[in-house]
Structure formats: C-alpha cells, structure tokens
C-alpha cells in the first residue's frame, strides 16, 4: 500500500529540485493572465474600482512635487522682491502671500486625496483578497472531489496538494503587487516626462545603475522558490509533528508514554534544519543586496551633483533643484521597485506553478461517455474475475487471481489477517480503485461502463477509519445521504438502526448536540459511540450494497454482535458486505471468503470452513482459546 503520510522519516531524504532557470522563471509568467482571469471574476467592479483608484494616485506625486516646486520658487520670488511684513495679518490683508497660500492648499488637498485613495485601494484590496481566497478554496475543494483515491494516498500528490493549499492563502498579496506596478509605471512615465524636458541622460543613467540590484534580487528570488519547494516534504512533518504534540486527539498517548521530549526534539531537529538552510539564503542576499543597491545610490548622488552645480550655473531655479532632485529620487526608487517587484512576480509566479498544477491533475477513475444506470433492483451481483490490484510504487499485489461471486441479496463475510486484501477488495468494489488486471461485473456487466456517482450511491462503506466530524451528532449521521441533510425522521431512524439512538438521545441537545472535542461547545464520545454513529451514518444512504469494515473494533463482543445482528435483519433484499475479525459475528453471514496475501483461500459457510480445516478453522480455534 502507499506510505502512510503520517510517518516520520528521522533523515530529510527528499530530493532537492535544482534552481530554476532564467527561463523557468520567465515562462513561469504564463500563469499570470490566468490568475488574473481569476481575480476578474471574482469580483469585475471591485477589480475595476482598485484598478481605477490606483491610476487616479499614479499623478499624485508627480503633481504634488511641481506643487511643491511652484512654492519654493514662489517664496523665493518674494523673498528677492524685498517686501517686508509687519505681521502675518498685514500680509494676508495685503495680498501679497495670495498665490502661495493657493499652492500651499493645493498640496495640501493632494495629500489629503493621496492618504483617502491609498486608504480606499487598501480596503478594496482587502475585499478582494478575500472574496479571491475563499472563491480560490471553493474551486481547490471542488477539483480535489474529482480525484482519485490514488491522488490523496500519493506522498508526491499530497506534497502538491499542500503546496496548492498554501498558494490559494499565500498569492493575493501578488494581485496587490501586480496592481501596485501598475500604479507605479503610471508614476514613472510622469516623472521620466519631467526629467526629459530637463536632462534627458539622467534616466539612462539611472536604468544603467539599477541593473545590477535587479538581477541580483531575480536570483535570490529564484534560490528563495528553490529552498521551499525542495522542503515541501519537511514542512509537512513539521505540521504533523505540531499536530501531534499539542493536540486532544493524541494527548492521552502523549502523557502515558512521555513522548513530548520525542516529538520536541524531532520537531527541533528538522525546524533547526530548515532554518539553517534560511538563514544562509538569508545572510547571502543581504550582502550581494547592500553591494549591488550601493550602485544604484552611486547614480543617484552622481545625477543629484549635475543638477546641482546646473543650479549654481543659473541654469535650474532653486524650484527646478527641488523638483529635479526629488523628481530622480523619486524615480530611483520607482523604477528600483519595479524591477526588484518584476523579479519577485517571476517568483511568485513560480509558487503560481504550484497551484495551478494542482488544477491540471485529472481523474483516472471516471464515467464513461456513456454510462449506464445501476440496476434497480440488482438481479445477480457482482463477479469478480481474475482481479489483480497493485497500489501504486508497491512491489507487493494486494489482491491476485481472485474469482468469486457476491450475489444479489447475499451477506458475505471477509476474514483474513491484517493485510490479506479485504480492505483493498472494498474499494475495488466501490471504485475508488480499479483492477490493474481482470475485471469486476455487476450484473453482467464491466462495473466501468456504469454511471460512477450512480453506482457509488448504491453503495454504503463504512470503513474502520471513519471520520469523526466535529459536527452535530444528526448532521453526524446525516452526512452519510447529504441531499438528506436536514431529514430529521430519516436520521433518527438510520439512529434507530445502529442502535445509535442510544447515545444521542441523552446528550444535552439531543440531535442538535455538537460532538467532539474541538469546539468549546462540543460532547466527547467514546470510541463505541462514535463507532454507533458512524454505522448509523450507513443507514442513512439505504443503498443496495451495504458493506462494514471493520467499524466495530471498539465496540465489545456483545455490542458488535448485536450490530450485526441488527445488521443482517435490515439486510434483507439487500448485498451485504462484512468484514470482523470476531467470528460470532463472521459465523451469521450467509457465506465466508477466507483471504490470505491477497489470494482467495477458501469459501463457504461456517460450519464448512471448520470442517475443512485450514487457515479458518485454525483462526477462529485460537479465538475461542481466548474465551475458555
């Protein structure tokens, strides 16, 4: 079978990806129209009013810097003018400070229009962060229900299933990037108008200097994508050991058996790992980032020096100084900005790959063009012929040669040893894999050709490992028929059946009680419990296959015996499937299959297989040793 995500390697043994090329990184760029396609639909009129709203604040700067020339010249015209003031009063009644108290109140306005709009593009951002990331969720919850068992049971797929999942929380902040240099090539064209009229030569300067801290940034940006990717593996250790060490579900085990230092120290073990290897990343891009931007200040302060002494010449008024010095700072630092934050999109268009690729994963496992529709009734059954099934990267079969019939109405039982197949025929039968060799039939018929959501409505499992959801105990059971939900008399009598009833009914709200212990609200319920609602949970489907695998290990004898008792009476005219390893509940069905290593050892019914001998006959004598 697949490697179960939950172990715990002890060494990083993961395969380190290389660092993406010039050319990954430019062709990364594709999926930037799609990611923008998706924030459009999002939301058209708030991507429209963000965008809007940046390009309003795009002239701001430009306008407020010659505002602010206008008045230094203005003060300087009166200054040389040799008027003098006996009081701020006399002077506003004068009219002679008129038109700079108007440019002063203009720069004043754009500041305030500067601060409202930035507030405005930050809320709308924000809205539309969200609305991307839930809608983005939805729609990997959507693609994710489409996969196959197979992709979920993958180490390789869940690694990019969690970096998917990062990415749909992780990326908005590149819709903001993304608008934000839009906004600031709109500023730079003002500027870059501004400093042609003046000195044209200034700005190739300029781009001349800040090659280097553009190139610079693209490569650690590269090493940046590199280093997460390559630890994908790890950080989901690192979750899994968080988990747990401080969760409800483990605690118990946690205290019993001391193993907080363990998971502590694993936990330290791979953390410090990981972070060594980005505090070298770290210090290395500081460094070759403080050397290379040195050059672009260089520009700057040679640029700043012509201007100055232009002034000094009489070329420039002390106006023209402040607006052309402010003008190229300015622009430095834009054009700065948009270079470094072409080389992070590169990147994040990296991380892009990650979610996107995740979309591009398709089923194997699917209807074929034209299905057909489970029979209603089933008349025969299933035939299962020369199956064989081998799960992905295993050397082992899990099942081989198998040929046996379950037939219309029977009550089958599977025994066999941890191992042996039993699980891996289940979901054979309900699809979730298919045989790598032979087939199975249902009615005749290759279970391939019927409709799959048909034919996995007909059929309830419920396996050892069910999930608990942390839900009310009627939506518990609900879940097991969805388009049931809220079918209050359909719940309790799928309750009523698994003997469930008893365990809800006492609980302080009844069917409307929040089980489990995540919630403050909720109940906690033992394992037999659960196990009670998990059973119940098949009821509700009320399919013509039922199959229970195991779901009763942690009920005692007596209970498991009175649920499969329940079970073969309300499985009348109805296939039937059950899987235990106590045979006074094995011993009730109508026929037994013994499974050993994948391959069908024997079949009959109880007292049969005893006579025989065998693998049964010795299994179910150990057993009742037990019991003497």
């Known amino acids: ?67 602010g020339k206008l008045i230094i010249d203005e003060a300087v015209r009166l200054v040389a003018a040799g008027a003098s003031y006996e009081s701020f009063a006399a002077a506003w009644h004068g009219g002679q400070l008129d ?51 197979e992709d979920f049971e993958d180490p390789d797929r869940q690694d990019k299933l969690d970096r998917a999942r990062r990415q749909t929380m992780g990326r908005m902040n590149l819709m903001s990037q993304l608008f934000g240099q839009v906004q600031d090539m709109i500023t730079v064209v003002t500027f870059a108008a501004g400093l042609l009229v003046y000195a044209p030569w200034l700005i190739v300067l300029l781009a001349v200097a800040l090659v280097p801290a553009f190139v610079g940034e693209a490569h650690f940006n590269a090493l940046g994508y590199s280093l997460n990717f390559a630890w994908t593996p790890e950080r989901r250790q690192l979750e899994y050991i968080r ?20 998971f502590i120290t694993r936990f330290r073990e791979l ?49 023209d100084l402040t607006f052309l010095a402010g003008s190229f700072r300015r622009l430095r630092q834009l054009l700065e900005g948009l270079l470094v934050g072409f080389s992070q999109v590169a990147g994040q268009a990296l991380y892009l790959d990650d979610l996107f690729s995740f979309f591009e994963i398709k089923a194997e496992i699917h209807s074929p063009r034209n299905p057909l529709p489970v029979p209603q009734p089933i008349s025969r059954g299933f035939v299962f012929e020369n199956v064989g099934f081998r799960y992905p990267d295993a050397e082992r079969w899990a099942l081989r040669a198998l040929d046996f019939e379950l037939r219309a109405g029977e009550v089958l039982a599977l025994v066999g040893e941890n191992g042996a197949g039993k699980t891996t ?26 409709d799959l959501d048909d034919l996995r409505a007909n059929i309830g499992v419920i396996f050892q490992d069910f999930v608990r959801y942390h839900l009310t105990a009627g939506e518990n059971i609900g879940v097991g028929q969805i388009d049931a939900m809220y079918d209050r008399e359909r719940i309790r009598e799928a309750a009523r059946r698994a003997m469930a009833d008893q365990v809800i009914e006492p609980l302080p709200q009844g069917y409307d009680q929040l089980v ?30 039922m199959i229970l695998d195991e779901p009763t290990a942690a009920l005692d004898a007596r209970s498991e015996f009175e649920v499969f008792q329940r079970f073969k009476e309300l499985s009348n005219d109805r296939t039937a499937i059950l899987i235990s390893h106590r045979f006074s509940s094995v011993r009730m069905a109508d ?38």
């Open 271 to 319: 953390s410090d790992k990981f972070f060594v290897a980005n505090r070298k990343l770290a210090r290395r891009r500081a460094f070759w980032g403080t050397l290379l931007a040195a050059l672009g200040t260089l520009g700057y302060y040679a640029a700043y020096a012509y201007i100055a002494w232009r002034t000094v010449k009489g070329d420039f008024s002390i106006g």
């Open 243 to 262: 988990q747990m060490g401080a969760s409800v579900e483990t605690a118990k085990e946690v205290k019993i058996f001391n193993l907080n230092r363990f």
């Open 1 to 67: 079978m697949a490697a179960s995500p939950d172990s715990i390697p002890t060494g990083t043994g993961a395969p380190r990806p290389g660092q993406p090329s010039l050319r990954d990184r430019f062709n990364a760029l594709r999926n930037l129209p799609p990611f923008l396609r998706q924030i459009w639909a999002t939301s058209p009129g708030l991507t429209l009013a963000t965008l809007g709203l940046r390009v309003l604040r795009a002239f701001l700067p430009i306008a407020t810097l010659y505002v």
């Open 99 to 149: 038109h700079l108290l108007w440019l002063l109140v203009v720069e004043f306005a754009l500041a305030i229009a500067s601060d409202l709009l930035g507030r405005l593009i930050s809320y709308g951002d924000a809205l539309l962060s969200e609305l991307f990331t839930n809608a983005t969720s939805v729609r990997l919850m959507e693609h994710a229900a489409t996969l196959d068992l």
């Open 591 to 628: 026929r037994i299959l013994v499974l050993n290593e994948g391959r069908l050892e024997a079949s009959g019914t109880h007292p049969e297989l005893i006579a025989q001998g065998g693998r049964y006959a010795e299994l179910f004598e150990l057993q009742a040793a037990g019991y003497r």
């Open 516 to 545: 489990g212990r995540r919630f403050k609200t909720g109940v906690d319920l033992s394992g037999g419990q659960w196990q009670k609602i998990a059973i119940a949970r098949a009821y509700m489907r009320d399919a013509q296959v």
């Open 425 to 450: 025929l289940v979901k054979l039968l309900a699809r979730l894999y298919d045989p790598d060799e032979g087939r199975i039939l249902l009615d005749g018929r290759d279970l391939r050709d019927y």
